[in-house]
């Protein structure tokens, strides 16, 4: 059910824009009750009007920031509503002008931190922060951003694995500009070459850095093996973007490495996982570290050149991977490795990664969980949204590009693996956001948004905050408002579906909700800054006829009378001009 031709549609979605502009919008949600759905004030705004979401913003500043910048929506999860535009407001926090020739950066931190680069950046969460950040209307901000960490010598772009590059690539598809990418591609080749190549794709690539406080600690890490294909693969991308077929294949073939170590080295079948393998130079765990003696021997089970025999939430990462045209996993292995997902489920409290307030990062049933209690960063046992971050893009993912193709056959392996699922854990991460508890917490007002940077996945309070102020630490508020994850990226991919089309296959945009109808029966999407186009996305259940529709620059586009897939097509979009 795409574009239908003809004035009768376009008469129709005028007679609702009519009346929504002159108030006769009571009863289009359920109840009668005015939800925002008159004409909005900013041009850019087609169904949404921002004055009625304006109480979700702590500050007149923030509010006037983001009715310019974001996306405003309106869905009936009153946290899932609250952490949506308070992660806007926090965003907005971390973006500094350097008042220099690197324009604006995005930091991890709001406070100074010694382990930071120039301008208080750090590369580990980057990747997030443009994940984020693309759907912000003001290119400048991430342009500036992106263009730093390639072309300040100073920046550090490789003292933490990130994916900087894919994101950035990702990033372009919703804004439709590929002059960063451009800029940015003869130094991103040098760096990948003269850095990560003889960093994480030699014949032992570890990290420099140890993580003492996982179980499977340093070596060849899933994360890191998924992380070079991304870029890889973006690269490549990008070089056929920049007309250079000869790197273009070069970096194809350095993908296709990446994804031959992660299937064949970091595959435990024992597991049935993703795991890490330990170099031959592994440093021992130091004393420091606790260890539930005769039970949690960490030395004993990271052996070298093995894999560890552990399942762990960053082994997730390849699924984050899931581009339609070069997935990491490919089409015909998924059912190989489509049953990790399980163990996102509720019934897989004990074995797997699900908590009441949040995916653990290591099985509770594991014998090493939660062995240490020396450092607050600890990644072996509470809910990090940095990682959750991840898994829930992986999730999306496979649910759009892999379950969603019945020839794959998943169906057996992964029954309940559906989009209530998606639902259930984001519903879950929005309350880490609202019904949390944090020593001195920064919410002005209780349940109105905060993020720190772990929780503890049973109980419900923010670990490292409460160890740093149980310390007194010098520096234990740094942690306000920590930017180190993604959320407002995940309901408007994710749960509400806003995808890249494949332009060259005639889609402009394809729109997925994760979304059970028999649950969600309504929602509105406004403001989406698109391809260089306004679009409104509005779903309502007891809407006769065009229940799902999508508007750009005012127009209907396309719509079906279910909610499902609904796909935007270049034509479509050419004859805008016509209107």
């Not at 705004?45 to 109480?55: G, Q, R, T």
Request: charged share 25%; proline share 5%.
């Amino acid at each position: 059910m795409g574009f239908e031709h003809g004035t009768s549609r376009i008469w129709g979605l005028a007679g609702l824009v009519c009346m929504l502009r002159f108030g006769f919008a009571m009863g289009f949600w359920e109840g009668g009750k005015r939800t925002g759905l008159e004409i909005g004030r900013e041009e850019r705004f087609s169904v949404l009007d921002p004055n009625d979401h304006k109480h979700y913003f702590p500050s007149q500043v923030c509010y006037n920031w983001a009715k310019t910048n974001v996306p405003f929506i309106d869905f009936p999860d009153i946290d899932i509503m609250r952490a949506y535009y308070y992660r806007w407001c926090s965003y907005r926090k971390h973006i500094k002008n350097t008042k220099s020739i690197d324009g604006f950066v995005v930091s991890e931190f709001k406070e100074n931190v010694p382990w930071a680069g120039l301008h208080n950046t750090i590369s580990a969460a980057a990747g997030h922060h443009i994940m984020e950040g693309r759907w912000i209307k003001n290119q400048k901000i991430l342009d500036d951003y992106i263009r730093f960490w390639f072309l300040n010598a100073e920046s550090k772009i490789d003292r933490y694995t990130n994916w900087i590059i894919w994101a950035s690539l990702e990033r372009s598809k919703i804004t439709g500009n590929t002059t960063i990418l451009r800029q940015i591609y003869p130094k991103a080749v040098r760096i990948f070459f003269d850095v990560y190549v003889p960093k994480y794709l030699s014949s032992s690539p570890q990290n420099k850095k140890d993580w003492p406080v996982s179980v499977s600690g340093s070596g060849c890490r899933t994360s890191i093996a998924s992380v070079m294909y991304g870029e890889a693969s973006a690269l490549a991308e990008i070089a056929r973007i920049c007309k250079d077929p000869k790197r273009a294949e070069i970096f194809s073939k350095w993908a296709s490495f990446s994804r031959s170590v992660l299937l064949e080295q970091n595959w435990n079948p024992k597991t049935g996982f993703f795991s890490t393998i330990p170099s031959p130079k592994r440093p021992l765990v130091p004393d420091s570290v606790i260890q539930l003696k005769g039970e949690c021997d960490l030395n004993a089970r990271r052996t070298p050149n093995k894999t560890v025999d552990v399942r762990e939430l960053f082994g997730f990462m390849p699924w984050y991977y899931s581009d339609p045209d070069k997935p990491l996993i490919p089409l015909s292995q998924a059912r190989k490795y489509s049953h990790m997902f399980n163990y996102l489920l509720p019934e897989k409290i004990e074995e797997g990664f699900y908590a009441k307030w949040g995916l653990r990062t290591l099985p509770k049933a594991d014998k090493c969980y939660n062995y240490s209690y020396t450092h607050g960063d600890c990644w072996n046992g509470p809910s990090w949204p940095f990682e959750t971050s991840r898994v829930l893009h992986s999730l999306a993912g496979f649910l759009n590009e892999y379950k969603s193709k019945k020839e794959l056959g998943l169906e057996n392996e992964t029954p309940k693996i559906t989009s209530n699922l998606f639902g259930l854990l984001l519903r879950q991460y929005a309350r880490q956001h609202t019904q949390t508890y944090a020593v001195n917490d920064t919410a002005l007002i209780s349940g109105s948004g905060h993020i720190f940077e772990n929780l503890h996945p049973d109980y419900g309070y923010w670990n490292n905050r409460n160890i740093m102020y149980s310390k007194q630490a010098t520096n234990k508020d740094m942690g306000d408002d920590y930017n180190h994850s993604v959320f407002c990226d995940l309901v408007l991919s994710g749960l509400l579906g806003i995808r890249n089309g494949r332009t060259e296959s005639g889609i402009w945009m394809v729109l997925n909700p994760l979304l059970d109808p028999a649950f969600t029966t309504r929602f509105i999407a406004d403001g989406i800054r698109y391809k260089g186009h306004d679009v409104t996305v509005i779903y309502n259940q007891h809407t006769r006829g065009e229940k799902l529709r999508v508007l750009v620059d005012g127009v209907l586009v396309a719509y079906r009378d279910t909610l499902g897939r609904l796909e935007v097509t270049v034509e479509a979009i050419s004859d805008l001009k016509n209107h």
